[in-house]
C-alpha cells in the first residue's frame, strides 16, 4: 500500500510516498529557515502563507519522484497536530481535498507518533530524495518491541514506552520549554545564529564543557503514564547504585529545560558584570568568541547529560528490546554518542532528514493505523494545533 503523505506542523512543507510502512519512494522537505532566520525564529503567519505558496509543486514533486501518478496511491495521510494553526491547516485541508475528490481513505496523523516511526524506515528506493542526490544510510531493521524512544525537537522533549504499535504512554516529558527550545534561547543569549541547535553545537566544539557549572534541574512529578506503567509492570526500583539518576531522590523522568536555559542567562549575566533586569540581546556584544564557546559546550554538556541520565535510568527500570531516538535535537552527535555509551544495547539512528520534521514518518503512522484504526472522514477531520498524546 502506497500511502502520500503531507506534513505541514511548523516550517517545513514536506511530501513523502511510502509504501508498507517501511520503504520510502519519495521525500521532499521544503525548509523555511531562509525566511525566518532574518527574525531570529518562526514567524507563524509567514510560515503558513510559504506553506501555501509551495504545497503543491511540492506534492507534484513527491510524485514525481517516486515515478507515480495518483492511480498509484492508495491513501493520504497528513499531521493533524500538535504544532502551528495555520501551518497545520494548509497540510490538513489539502490533505482533505485530495482524500475527498480523489475518492482515497485519509489518515490524520499524531506529529510525534510520527518522530518516533521515522525509525521504521528501513528500505529507500535509489532516487527517493531526488534524482543525483545522497542515497539514505537506514538501519537495517524495524525496532522490536518493547521500545524506550527519546524524542527531542523544538516542540517536544519526551521519554516514551510502546510495547506494541496500539500501545505507546510517555512516562516523561518536559514541564516547559523543549529541550531544542532551550538550544535556541540559548543561542540567541550567546549571538548564535538561527537555528540555535545546530550553531549552538558548532560553537560548542571549541568550548570548555566544565568551564561553567550549571545545575541539572530537579524534577518530581511523577508522570501518570509513568506511575501506570509502573503498577502494570509490578515496578522494584533498581538498585541505585545500578541506575545514573540525575539525583537520588528524582526517580521521576519528567524534564525542566526552562531552568538550564535561565541558568545560562544567570551566568552569563555575571561573567560579564550586569544585573538581571539587564536586555538579554545586548548581552553577545559583551562576550568574547572563547567565552561564547565556553557557554555553548557547557550547556550543551548538561543538556545532553540531563537527557541520558534519564533515558538510561528508565531504560534500566523497564529493559526495553530496543532505544530509538527522534526528532531534531536527535540530530547532536554528541547526544547520540554520550546515549550509546550510557545504553548496553547497540541503537540505530534515523539518518538527519528523517530525525528533523518530514512527511515520511507521517506515512509511516498511517500505514499502523490503516492496520488498526483504520481511516477518518475527510468532511470532518479538523485541526489539532495542541493535542496531547
Ligand atoms: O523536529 P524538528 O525539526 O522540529 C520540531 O518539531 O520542533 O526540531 C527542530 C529543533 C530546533 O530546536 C533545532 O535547534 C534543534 O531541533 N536541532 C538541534 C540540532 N539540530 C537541530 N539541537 C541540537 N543539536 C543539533 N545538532
Ligand atoms: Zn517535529
Redesign the pocket.
Known amino acids: 500500500m502506497n500511502i502520500l503523505a503531507i506534513e505541514t ?4 512543507t514536506s511530501v513523502a510516498i511510502v509504501e508498507n510502512g517501511n520503504t520510502l519512494h519519495s521525500l521532499v522537505v521544503n525548509s523555511q529557515i531562509d525566511i525566518h532566520a532574518a527574525f531570529g525564529g518562526v514567524i507563524p503567519e509567514i510560515a503558513a502563507r510559504s506553506h501555501i505558496e509551495v504545497m503543491i509543486p511540492v506534492i507534484e514533486q513527491g510524485l514525481q519522484q517516486a515515478d507515480m501518478t495518483w492511480s498509484d496511491i492508495d491513501a493520504i495521510a497528513v499531521t493533524q497536530g500538535p ?1 502551528l494553526l495555520g501551518s497545520l491547516l494548509i497540510g490538513v485541508v489539502t490533505a482533505r481535498t485530495l482524500a475527498w475528490s480523489l475518492d482515497k481513505p485519509l489518515y490524520p496523523i499524531h ?1 510525534i507518533l510520527g ?1 518516533i516511526y521515522a525509525n521504521w524506515i528501513t528500505k529507500a528506493t535509489p532516487d527517493a530524495l531526488g534524482e543525483g542526490k545522497k542515497q539514505l544510510v537506514l538501519p537495517e531493521k524495524e525496532p522490536e518491541f518493547p521500545v524506550l524512544a527519546l524524542i ?5 522533549s519526551q521519554i516514551m514506552y510502546g510495547r506494541s504499535h496500539t500501545d505507546w504512554r510517555v512516562i516523561g516529558r518536559t514541564q516547559d520549554d ?4 532551550a ?2 534561547k540559548v ?1 540567541k543569549v550567546l549571538g548564535l545564529p538561527y ?4 550553531s ?2 558548532k560553537a560548542a566544539e571549541s568550548g570548555d564543557p566544565p568551564k561553567y557549572k550549571l545545575p541539572m534541574p530537579s524534577v518530581h512529578t511523577i508522570d501518570p503514564g509513568l506511575a501506570d506503567l509502573r503498577t502494570e509492570t509490578n515496578y522494584s526500583p533498581a538498585p541505585s547504585t545500578k541506575i545514573h539518576l540525575p539525583k537520588s531522590s528524582d526517580t521521576s523522568y519528567n524534564f525542566s529545560f526552562s531552568g538550564l536555559k535561565t541558568a545560562v542567562l544567570r551566568a552569563v549575566q555575571k561573567e560579564v558584570g550586569v544585573a538581571h533586569d539587564f536586555p538579554s540581546f545586548e548581552l553577545a556584544e559583551k562576550l568574547n568568541q572563547t567565552q561564547i564557546a565556553d557557554f555553548a559546550a557547557s550547556f ?1 554538556a548538561k543538556a545532553v547529560e540531563y537527557l541520558v541520565s534519564k533515558t538510561a535510568a528508565a531504560y534500566h527500570e523497564f529493559h526495553p528490546k530496543t532505544v530509538i531516538i ?10 547520540r554518542q554520550a546515549l550509546s555509551e550510557a545504553i548496553p544495547i547497540p541503537i540505530e539512528y534515523a539518518p ?1 532528514i528523517l ?3 518530514n512527511a515520511a514518518m507521517i506515512g509511516v503512522v498511517a500505514h499502523y493505523a490503516s492496520l488498526t484504526t483504520g481511516p477518518s472522514d475527510p468532511h470532518s477531520v479538523e485541526v489539532k494545533p495542541s493535542w496531547p498524546l
Request: hydrophobic fraction near 25%; proline fraction near 8%.
Open positions: 506542523s511548523c516550517d517545513e504544532g506529529h518522530h527531542v525537537s523544538g516542540g517536544h523543549a529541550v531544542g527550545e538550544f535556541d543561542a537555528p540555535g541547535g545546530p549552538l553545537s550543551q527522534g526528532g531534531g535535537v536527535a540530530a547532536s552527535q554528541p547526544l538527519h530525525c528533523t520534521d
